[in-house]
C-alpha cells in the first residue's frame, strides 16, 4: 500500500510541476515580446528551484521521518495557501528580461515549485529509511513518466481545449489532491514505524562534498543541450508550447530509460550514433532554415536523443549507493542549473550567433573520445572511427564557417535574438541585408542604379500596393510594429507621418547605422522602442490612417500581437476609415484563419495579397489588409489579390489572449 501511494504521490507531483511550467512561460510571452528566449530563461529558472528542491531534500533527510514528513506537509500547505491568496500582478517592464521573467516566476510559483520537486527524492528516502531497502531507481523513471504526460498533454490537449485561466484551475486542483496524498503518506508512516521513523541511519550522513565532479559535466552537458537545440527550433519555427515539449520529453525520456536499468545504455553503441549527430547538428545549424517544419523536428530531436542518451547513459553508470542518494540528485540539479545558466546568459556575452549549439555537440564527442581512449581493451575500430570523425568535422566546421560569415558587416545577440548585417556580392545580387537569426528583414542595394524591386520590399508587395492607393487620398499618419531595417520609409513622402515601434533596440541601431532608410525619408519619422501592443495602450493620443503589423523575430510572428483583444485595440488607434496591413509571410505557419476570424467578429472586408517572387532578385511576400474603407477597397485591383477577394474553405481560428494556439496552424 505504501509503494502505491508513493508511486502515485512522485507521479502526481512530476505531472504538476512539467504542466505548470509551459503554462506560465506561454503567459509570459506577450509581456516580453513572443521571443523563444522568454522559454530559455524560464529554464533557468526552473531549474534553479529543482537545485533548490534537492538541497532542501537532502538535508533534511537527515532529521527522523516523524520530522521530515511533519515539515514537508507543513510548508507544502502554506505555500498552496499562498499561491490560492496571491491575486495582486507585478510588472518588472524595466529590468533585464531575464531577471524580469526568473522574479516573475519565482514570485508566482517559487516556493511550491522547489517543494514539488523535492518529492521524488524525498519519497525514496523515507522508503530506505521504513523498509531498509535499496534505492528505487526506477521510481525516478515513474516520476519521468508523470513528466512526459504532463508535457505531450498540454500542447496538444490542455492548450487547445481550455483557456489559461482554466488551465491553472485544473492544476491547482492537482495540487488539492497532492497535499491529500502527503497526508495519507504521513498516517501511514507514523502509524506503522514510530520506532523506525525516530532513528534516522548513519547513511544519512552523506556529505554534499563527497559527490564527483562528473555529475555535474554530464548534467550540465544535456542541459546544455536541451536548451540550445530548443532556441534552434524557434529560431525558425514560433516558439509554443509543443516545440518546447519536444526537446523536453526528448531529456525525460533518456533520463527515463537509462535510470530504469543499467544495461539499457551501452557506451559503444552510442558512441558510434553520435557520429551521426555531430555531422547532423553541423549540417542543421547551417541549412536546418531550408527544411520544413516537420523535417527540422525530426532532425534537432534525433540530435538530442543522442546527446542525452550519452550524458544519462554516463550519469546511470556511475550513481551511487544508498549513502549518496540525495547528494547525486543534488549534483545532477546543480549540473542543470548551471548547463541553462551557460546557454541563456553567459553563450549570449561569448557568442554572436548560437554557436554554443555546435560547441556542446564538440565537448560530448570529446568526451566520447576520452572514454573509449580510456578504455584499453576498446574495439580499435571506434577509435580510428573518432579520430577520422573529428578530423572531418572540424575541417567541415572550418569551411562552413568562414563562407557563412565572409559577408558580415556587423552582429550583434541580445536577449531578443541575434543580427547579422551582410553585404552581399554577386553576379545577380549586390546588397546589403538585415538578416534576424536566418530570416531576412530587410534590404538596401548597393549599387545606386539598382532598384528597390530587385531587393526585399518592394513596389509588388501588398503594403507598397496598399500605401500606393491610399496615398491618392492625402497625406498618412502611418503606425508600423516592426521595424526591421526601415524599408516601410521608403514608401512614405513628403507630408506623411510615420511612427515605428519596434521591440528589440539592437534593431533600431542596426537600422540607425547602416542603412539609409530612416535618415533618408521624407516623412517625419519618429521611433519608439518597446512592445508594439504595450506602447499602443500607452500610446492614447495618436490616432491612424494605416497600422501596420510587421514584427517578426527571425522567421517567428508573436501570437499576442494577432489576438482578439490586440485587434481590438488596433481598431481603437485607428480613425473610421483606418486600414490595418498585416505581414503573414511564413514558411511554417498559416495565419491567414486567424485573420478571416478577426475580419468576421470586427465585420471587416478581408483581401490578401500574394506574390510569389522572382527567385532572389525579388522575394516573395503575403500581405493582409482589414478594414471598412471602402472607396479604398473599390480601388483595389482584383489581379493583385491572392486568389479573390473572399475565402470561404478556411476552418477559422479564434485567438483570444487567454486561449490560442498555433498547431493546427503549423505547415508540415
Not at 525558425?236 to 543499467?262: C, D, E, R
Not at 557520429?275 to 534537432?300: D, E, K, N, T
Not at 528589440?504 to 519618429?526: T, W
Amino acid at each position: 500500500m505504501y509503494k502505491l501511494l508513493s508511486i502515485t504521490t512522485i507521479f502526481i507531483s512530476a505531472f504538476l510541476l512539467f504542466q505548470i511550467q509551459p503554462l506560465l512561460s506561454k503567459q509570459l510571452l506577450p509581456h516580453f515580446g513572443g521571443g523563444a528566449s522568454v522559454w530559455s530563461a524560464s529554464l533557468v529558472f526552473y531549474q534553479t528551484m529543482l537545485l533548490l528542491g534537492y538541497f532542501y531534500a537532502h538535508y533534511i533527510s537527515r532529521y527522523t521521518i516523524t520530522l521530515q514528513v511533519v515539515t514537508h506537509l507543513f510548508l507544502v500547505i502554506i505555500a498552496t495557501l499562498v499561491i490560492y491568496l496571491q491575486n495582486e500582478i507585478f510588472h518588472f517592464t524595466d529590468w533585464p528580461p531575464t531577471l524580469a521573467v526568473f522574479v516573475h516566476l519565482l514570485r508566482e510559483i517559487g516556493p511550491i515549485f522547489m517543494l514539488l520537486s523535492a518529492t521524488s527524492v524525498l519519497l525514496q528516502r523515507w522508503y530506505i529509511q521504513a523498509f531498509a531497502r535499496h534505492v528505487p531507481y526506477h521510481w525516478y523513471s515513474i516520476s519521468n513518466l508523470g513528466s512526459l504526460m504532463a508535457l505531450m498533454s498540454y500542447p496538444f490537449i490542455f492548450e487547445l481545449l481550455f483557456s489559461l485561466e482554466q488551465q491553472k484551475s485544473y492544476w491547482l486542483f492537482g495540487l488539492l489532491c497532492y497535499c491529500a496524498l502527503l497526508l495519507l503518506i504521513m498516517a501511514f508512516l507514523l502509524k506503522k514505524d514510530l520506532k523506525v521513523a525516530r532513528k534516522p541511519q548513519l547513511a544519512n550522513r552523506a556529505k554534499l562534498s563527497q559527490g564527483k565532479s562528473i555529475w555535474i559535466i554530464l548534467s550540465a552537458l544535456s542541459t546544455a543541450m536541451l536548451v540550445s537545440t530548443t532556441h534552434m527550433i524557434s529560431t525558425n519555427i514560433p516558439p509554443m508550447p509543443l516545440l518546447w515539449s519536444l526537446p523536453l520529453v526528448i531529456y525525460l525520456l533518456t533520463f527515463s530509460y537509462t535510470f530504469a536499468n543499467k544495461v539499457n545504455y551501452q557506451r559503444y553503441v552510442w558512441a558510434y550514433t553520435f557520429v551521426f549527430a555531430v555531422f547532423a547538428g553541423l549540417l542543421m545549424f547551417y541549412f536546418g532554415s531550408q527544411f520544413s517544419a516537420l523535417a527540422q523536428l525530426i532532425m534537432y530531436c534525433a540530435i538530442l536523443l543522442t546527446a542525452c542518451m550519452v550524458c544519462h547513459g554516463e550519469l546511470r553508470s556511475t550513481a551511487p549507493d544508498n549513502a549518496q542518494l540525495t547528494t547525486f540528485y543534488f549534483y545532477i540539479a546543480l549540473g542543470g542549473v548551471l548547463g541553462s545558466l551557460s546557454s541563456t546568459m553567459i553563450a549570449p556575452l561569448l557568442f554572436v550567433q548560437l554557436d554554443e549549439y555546435l560547441l556542446g555537440l564538440a565537448v560530448i564527442f570529446s568526451f566520447i573520445c576520452y572514454c573509449q581512449f580510456k578504455t584499453q581493451t576498446g574495439n580499435k575500430h571506434i577509435k580510428y572511427t573518432l579520430v577520422a570523425t573529428a578530423v572531418v568535422w572540424l575541417s567541415c566546421y572550418c569551411f562552413l564557417a568562414v563562407n557563412f560569415n565572409q559577408y558580415n558587416v556587423a552582429t550583434s545577440r541580445n536577449f531578443y535574438g541575434y543580427l547579422t548585417v551582410k553585404d552581399i556580392h554577386t553576379n545577380t545580387i549586390k546588397e546589403r541585408r538585415l538578416i534576424d537569426g536566418t530570416t531576412i528583414h530587410g534590404a538596401e542595394p548597393l549599387d545606386n542604379n539598382q532598384f528597390l524591386g530587385q531587393s526585399y520590399y518592394h513596389q509588388h508587395t501588398g503594403v507598397a500596393k496598399s500605401l500606393t492607393i491610399l496615398k491618392q487620398q492625402g497625406a498618412l499618419n502611418i503606425g508600423v510594429i516592426g521595424l526591421g531595417a526601415g524599408v516601410l520609409a521608403k514608401f512614405v513622402g513628403q507630408g506623411d507621418r510615420l511612427h515605428f515601434f519596434e521591440l528589440n533596440p539592437a534593431v533600431h541601431d542596426m537600422a540607425k547605422n547602416y542603412f539609409s532608410y530612416l535618415n533618408s525619408s521624407k516623412a517625419n519619422v519618429r521611433v519608439t522602442i518597446g512592445d508594439g501592443r504595450i506602447a499602443l495602450q500607452k500610446n492614447h493620443q495618436e490616432t491612424f490612417d494605416v497600422l501596420i503589423i510587421d514584427a517578426f523575430s527571425s522567421d517567428v510572428i508573436p501570437a499576442h500581437l494577432l489576438t482578439r483583444e490586440a485587434m481590438s485595440l488596433y481598431w481603437q488607434r485607428l480613425n473610421e476609415n483606418g486600414v490595418l496591413i498585416v505581414h503573414i509571410s511564413n514558411n511554417h505557419i498559416d495565419l491567414l484563419p486567424v485573420l478571416q476570424a478577426h475580419s468576421q467578429h470586427f465585420d471587416k472586408t478581408l483581401i490578401k495579397y500574394s506574390y510569389q517572387g522572382r527567385g532572389l532578385k525579388s522575394l516573395g511576400s503575403d500581405w493582409v489588409v482589414l478594414t471598412s474603407n471602402h472607396t479604398f477597397l473599390n480601388d483595389v485591383s482584383i489581379s493583385d489579390l491572392s486568389p479573390i477577394k473572399h475565402y470561404g474553405n478556411y476552418q477559422l481560428a479564434e485567438w483570444t489572449d487567454q486561449k490560442n494556439s498555433l498547431l493546427p496552424l503549423l505547415k508540415f
